[in-house]
């Protein structure tokens, strides 16, 4: 999934993007922003209301699941998008259960798609999914919380057993 979202990313004009990072601070020095700035779920609650602030880029990896009600979430993610700006929301699909406070929701690529379309009205054209995993990491997973070991998991990706599902929307 990071290759890919990467990929995404580095297609952009990133040394002019304002960036949010929601939950998280994997982005901070992946590349040369023109500035970045993290907020941790839940103690910013995007469910509750958009920041002032205007952003090129928000960022949401593997926080949506936990949402109560990711559809005022996606709402107030797109007002506080600058125009022509981009989400990028990274979710489990084919993962443990993991209530961190709740663990409430999965998407497949075309569920996600639709979500964003209704839940925010991003347009779907505009909107890039993919999704990540095989057989050997879903029973990985399942068993035990793993990262990754080259001479024990593949990465090779098996669209049918998606551990990671993602989407890019632009504005």
Known sequence: ??????RLIARLDVSSLSVL???GS???NRFPFRSYKSVDYPAY???DKPLSE???LIIAEQVWEHLLWPARAA???KEMLAPGGSFLLTTPFLVRYHPQPEDCTRWTETG???FLIESSGFEAQKIQTGSWGNRACVIANF???RRYIPLLHSLKNDKFLPIAVWALAGT
């Open 1 to 6: 999934m990071n290759c890919e979202t990467e």
């Open 21 to 23: 990072e929601i939950s």
């Open 26 to 28: 994997f982005w901070r």
């Open 112 to 114: 996600l798609k639709h």
């Open 54 to 56: 205007k952003f090129d």
């Open 45 to 47: 609650d995007v469910i």
């Open 75 to 77: 709402r107030n993610v």
């Open 143 to 145: 068993r035990l919380w």
